[in-house]
């Protein structure tokens, strides 16, 4: 595009995001600008940026939150345009309002799009509505009388959930109507100590149920384009690891019919700029989640296979260019994975760890998108992600075998991370089978272990911290060639 | 050999001696020759056990990383004199001794307390200049001898720990 | 230089012959050897780990450092004494690295009688720090002992050599500006008190080690005083009161560590420049050493055959091959260092006397430091070689040998009979270090020929009283007094007497000599001057 109707992009965001914005945006001939915390000073996006403006909060994440203060920082730098990455702000209906409000273009969703995904209700009722798959269930306070019978219709197996509750307590699978009765009063009156409120739902429970998300599209013109799906079972508490495109779990039909779904849902909500639908997938069925109304983190493995620069298209819609393309154009080749690279101690928990990025290196002919350099100081002011690891490949096989290699020849010291236990992930059989699902991580805890240390290891890393340590190293220096030679002899 | 680093939740004792060529290590019983090699590129050859290795090593005071076969670790160096006098325990460091004649100003603790090394127990006043006086060594308070106000003279106990081992 | 082509048949009956006797006597050496140093009764034993103490050899292995050698004297003191009961003289020294640093230990060996100080182990000690003197090395004590074994305290106590001399070279080494750090791992009670209050740095260890001029019981007998060990000398007193002791530990390692950091703290000293290349094997093999050594005393060998076996590459540039031949002179380099060696091929006649005093001048002239490698039963006798002024020539070569400024090196290889030991720089001739081969022999004349003579004594004494003798009485007179000194010429004598610094296993002796002339630099090589040569 030649003529964009802004001269200056703000990046609203920061770490590994912010830096991969700012590439694209860059690369376009645009100016980048960016808007950080003192605890980001001298990160890489701030070094990178065009223009960064400092923002202040009670918290480092707070004056992330800050959306006064990010548009009145975009027109102090005379930025056409904020994008805000994802999280933060980024699915804020009230802040979209403000940067349009400001004469400033959001390089989003509409307000109305944002808010309408975001109310989970909301947004399940309109894709019900649109005659998309959603889990069957029976809502209690939809009509207390006739709960039992309508959490008959739901299929088995059936999850019976506290209306109030949370974190797994009170949830009971039932597997056979026969009990469903019984279950139910026990889930009530457990909902009722647990919560103080015996208020129920039953939903259909899928087992080893796989996390499936499809990357769709909009422009301003109303065409709507998905861009295929992505894998993200890999999780551990909610939070994803390792992504994927294609998805191991399935055929070309179901995998043509989750696409098409995912683009149907967002044909009909008019869906402008980029969007992720999610569904939970599982016994060859799949079911609308929820959609996520900005860029997501995994976004790269989808840029791998379709050879698209996503970020390059959300400016593309937001400036009001047409897509210029239709599906058939869309191709999928190969594979790609997505590691997320945290500061976190999976051996201990999964606890975040701290420290120095002393040494930093990065494996070749791999995509890492980094937020840290050298020299930089990991605290936990923020998230604990630290960058992600995009490998391609011919087809799966070939792409984890690139990534064991990838991750292995990732070198960051002074801050413990998570790359060995990834390594080890990926070498499990389940793993490699393509056979793993949300539950997968919690069901292996021994991936997380770190294995015994190798003798021929330990000798290794003896070795070689006693050569660096002065202490050990000086008082061997300054022994005599001749007693050196020597040895250990006695007469 | 009084050398050792902390790897996780195990201590490890060596020693590193020159050899004509290279190093040896010595771990227990057993030597092993060693040699590192630092390149260009900031990465380290390593050879041990017959095998070399390109590594990644990073220091920081006497914390070592080392990213070796694809993993990284974390070694803390110990030192010798450390190692050892974090053994200390004696008849000396069962009292705190008035280092000159003055008054007590204030307690921290009570008799029944437990106490760390290094913890502040009591204050005292000698020639206008307040001191405050530390736990020679972790343990439990047995007596507290002078009330606060009392005069002592040089030397004397003015707070006794439990024995060890009591 | 060219290598030295050896002429030994090492396939031959007398070669193997030869080597079977040397190596059983380096095996029972080191027997000797190793009980010497381990054996100990068990009550002894018991009663240090009771006491919570380390044998004396651990004490020493964590007080150096790791993968360097350690060169041991006198292994073998009082073996001959003390109906045998003082293995070792009761202490342990040598010189070994510490922190990097070449140091002298002298470490008491409480399992042995306690640790009491007799005669020899006097002789010992004052032996190690006169070596420490004459090299400017620092010394490390490890001082764990009774104090002097009352018994024979006419033997240790009040002559200029004994007891007195330990403290006397302690304050030399202290003016010289050679450092001392005492560990105090026992009592240091009376003259032994004054081993860390003479050393520049000292660590006592808490509840074990303690200092003081009289203990408790002396104490009490002395002005009726009742007082515990701690409070009269313990670690506290003496670190927070007296400041008589530096640093306390609380352990034996924590003591060690803390002294070998002091030692780190030593500001190294200046080697002095002598001739360096690096260093290379021998071409022959060092254990050919035990085919080379005759069995029987009387009989030669070639001195040439034994250098090979020592020095560089077998590399020797003969000084006056075709002059003096029962003398060897030469240079050559021994781990890098260059050296002068003086050799024994046969007695020592006016011109190997003459070659062998005119050599030492140019080691002199050279800064080269000489290796003397004794085989020798004396000077050549007789009419002839007195008028051409054998005693003249003998006196030539003891001039240069005792006013000799290169540090020197003497091994007895074989026989060390007469005035012959004098010109090759024996004990009385300050060799930085001296040692033996087991199978060697010293004293005044050969045992036969000394048995002759006294046995004549006997018998013309016996004649004279009308006493006629047949074979068997002669034997019966002669059998006794040749056993006699046999005893007292062997090496094992020599080296329980300390007239050396140790008996060397022949393969090992390259190690040794490496280690002496590394020690032997530290202190600086003066301009050679030299007496009046009779001329």
């Known amino acids: ?491 | 050999m009084f050398h050792a680093f902390k790897l996780d939740d195990n201590e490890y004792d060596l020693g590193l001696s020159r050899a004509a060529q290279g190093y040896r290590l010595h771990l227990g019983d057993k030597t092993v020759p060693v040699e590192l090699h630092p390149q260009d590129d900031g990465s380290a050859l390593l050879h041990i056990d017959g095998v070399r290795r390109r590594v990644f090593i990073a220091t920081r005071g006497d914390d070592v990383f080392v990213h070796l076969d694809g993993a990284a670790y974390h070694l803390r160096y110990e030192h010798p004199l450390a190692r050892l006098s974090h053994q200390a325990h004696g008849s000396a460091d069962d009292s705190v001794r008035a280092p000159m004649p003055g008054s007590v100003v204030a307690h921290h603790v009570k008799a029944g307390d437990s106490v760390s090394r290094d913890q502040s127990v009591l204050v005292i006043e000698s020639m206008k200049m307040e001191t405050t006086l530390v736990a020679p060594r972790d343990g439990v308070v047995a007596e507290i001898v002078y009330a606060v106000g009392q005069t002592f003279e040089r030397d004397a106990v003015l707070l006794a720990l439990a024995p060890v081992g009591e | 230089m060219n290598r030295i082509e050896s002429r030994l048949n090492t396939q031959s009956a007398e070669f193997q012959a030869n080597a079977e006797h040397n190596r059983r006597l380096a095996a029972e050496f080191r027997e000797k050897q190793e009980r010497a140093r381990h054996a100990r009764p068990q009550r002894d034993v018991e009663r240090l780990a009771a006491q919570n103490k380390m044998p004396v050899r651990e004490r020493i292995k964590l007080l150096l450092d790791p993968g360097t050698p350690f060169l041991e004297f006198s292994s073998l003191a009082a073996n001959e004494a003390y109906d045998g009961d003082v293995p070792g003289a009761g202490c342990v020294t040598g010189i070994g690295i510490v922190s990097g640093r070449e140091v002298v230990i002298n470490a008491g060996d409480p399992s042995v009688k306690g640790g009491a100080w007799y005669p020899l182990t006097v002789k010992k000690t004052v032996r190690a720090l006169d070596i420490a003197i004459e090299n400017r090395l620092p010394v490390v004590h490890l001082c764990d002992s009774a104090g002097g074994f009352l018994p024979l305290q006419a033997e240790l106590f009040a002559d200029k050599y004994y007891a007195g001399r330990i403290f006397r070279n302690q304050c030399i080494l202290s003016k010289m500006g050679v450092q001392q750090v005492a560990v105090v791992l026992g009592h240091c009670t009376a003259g032994g008190a004054y081993v860390p209050g003479l050393s520049d740095y000292n660590v006592i260890v808490r509840g074990t080690g303690a200092i003081f001029l009289a203990g408790p019981p002396l104490v009490k007998a002395a002005t009726g005083e009742e007082v515990s060990v701690d409070e009269l000398g313990g670690c506290d007193m003496h670190t927070s009161v007296s400041g008589t002791a530096d640093y306390p530990a609380s352990s034996e390692e924590e003591a060690i560590a803390i002294a070998r950091d002091i030692v780190g703290q030593f500001k190294r000293p200046q080697k002095s420049a002598i001739e360096w290349l690096p260093p290379e094997a021998p071409l022959y093999d060092p254990a050919e050493l035990y085919g080379i050594l005759p069995r029987d005393i009387k009989q030669q060998f070639d001195m040439r055959e034994v250098i090979a076996r020592l020095v560089d590459g077998s590399r020797f540039h003969e000084y006056q091959p075709n002059y003096g031949k029962t003398l060897i002179c030469g240079y050559a380099h021994l781990w890098g260092y260059k050296i002068g060696i003086l050799a024994n091929n046969g007695v020592l006649f006016n011109d190997s006397a003459l070659k062998g005093a005119h050599f030492i001048e140019l080691c002199n002239q050279n800064r080269t430091p000489i290796l003397f490698l004794q085989n020798i039963t004396g000077f050549m006798v007789g009419r002839e070689y007195e008028r051409r002024g054998i005693t003249k020539d003998g006196a030539k070569m003891i001039m240069a040998v005792s006013c000799s400024e290169v540090p020197k090196f003497t091994v007895m290889c074989h026989g060390s009979f007469g005035a012959g030991n004098y010109g090759m720089s024996g004990r009385a001739f300050d060799s930085r270090f001296l040692f033996s081969w087991p199978q060697s022999q010293i004293s005044v004349m050969g045992a036969e020929q000394a048995a002759n003579t006294l046995a004549d004594v006997k018998i013309r004494q016996l004649a004279r009283q009308g006493k006629q003798l047949g074979e068997a009485d002669i034997a019966a007179i002669r059998e006794p007094v040749l056993g006699e000194f046999k005893r007292k010429q062997s090496a094992y004598w020599s080296t329980s007497e300390i007239w050396d610094d140790g008996i060397l296993d022949p393969v090992d002796t390259r190690n040794a000599l490496g280690i002496c002339l590394s020690a032997a630099l530290n202190t600086p090589i003066l301009d050679p001057r030299y007496g009046i040569f009779r001329m």
Not at chain 1, 135 to 145: C, K, L, V
Not at chain 1, 191 to 215: A, K, T
Not at chain 1, 389 to 408: F, M, N, Q, T
């Open chain 1, 1 to 491: 595009m030649n003529n964009w109707p802004f001269r200056s992009v703000l990046v609203a965001n920061r770490g590994e995001i912010a830096v991969r914005i700012l590439r694209t945006v860059q690369s376009l001939g645009l100016e980048g600008a960016i808007v950080y915390h003192a605890a980001d000073r001298d990160s890489k996006a701030v070094r990178m940026a065009d223009k960064a403006v400092e923002i202040t909060g009670k918290t480092p994440v707070g004056a992330y939150l800050d959306g006064a203060q990010i548009i009145d920082a975009a027109r102090r730098v005379g930025a056409g345009a904020i994008h805000p990455g994802y999280g933060f702000l980024s699915e804020n209906a009230e802040f979209a309002r403000a940067v349009a409000a400001a004469g400033i273009v959001f390089v989003g969703p509409t307000p109305e799009q944002i808010e309408l995904m975001g109310d989970k209700v909301r947004a399940r009722a309109f894709v019900a509505d649109g005659g998309f798959p959603v889990a069957p269930s029976a809502i209690e306070d939809d009509d207390p009388a006739t709960f039992v019978e309508r959490a008959r219709q739901v299929p088995l197996p059936l999850l019976i959930k506290p209306a109030a509750g949370g974190g797994g307590k009170g949830m009971r699978i039932v597997r056979s109507l026969d009990v469903l009765e019984a279950e139910i009063e026990r889930a009530r009156s457990e909902g009722q100590r647990y919560f103080g409120d015996g208020r129920l739902y039953v939903e259909c429970y899928v087992e080893n149920p796989r996390h499936i998300e499809v990357q769709v599209l909009g422009d301003t013109h109303g065409n709507v384009v998905h861009l295929y799906e992505r894998e993200c079972s890999v999780q551990r508490r909610f939070q994803k690891i390792v992504e994927e495109t294609p998805s191991p779990a399935l055929s070309a039909e179901l995998r043509r019919e989750i696409c098409e779904t995912a683009a149907g849902i967002a044909r009909k909500a008019g869906y402008r700029n980029a969007g992720t639908v999610e569904f939970i997938f599982g016994n060859g069925v799949f079911y609308f989640l929820e959609m996520n109304t900005r860029l997501q983190v995994e976004h790269p493995v989808t840029e791998v296979i379709t050879g698209k620069d996503l970020v390059h298209e959300q400016l593309r819609i937001a400036a009001g260019e047409a897509l210029g393309y239709g599906q058939e154009d869309v191709r999928s080749e190969g594979h790609a994975i997505e590691f997320r690279i945290y500061a976190e101690d999976p051996a201990r928990g999964f606890t975040p760890t701290t420290g120095p990025v002393l040494t930093l290196r990065e494996p070749a002919d791999t995509r890492v998108d980094s937020g840290i350099s050298q020299g930089q100081e990991v605290t936990a002011a923020f998230d604990p992600m630290l960058a992600k690891l995009i490998v391609a490949g011919r087809d799966r096989a070939d792409a984890i075998a690139r990534a064991e290699r990838a991750l292995a020849d990732y070198v960051l010291l002074g801050c413990r991370t998570n790359t060995a236990f990834l390594r080890r992930l990926i070498q499990h059989p389940a793993f490699v089978a393509g056979d793993v699902h949300t539950g997968f991580l919690d069901a292996n805890p021994a991936i997380a272990a770190e294995p015994e240390l190798k003798v021929d290891t330990l000798h290794a890393l003896l070795g070689a911290g006693a050569l660096v340590t002065r202490s050990l190293r000086d008082p061997a220096d300054l022994v005599p060639s001749l007693h050196a030679a020597i040895g250990d002899w006695s007469n």
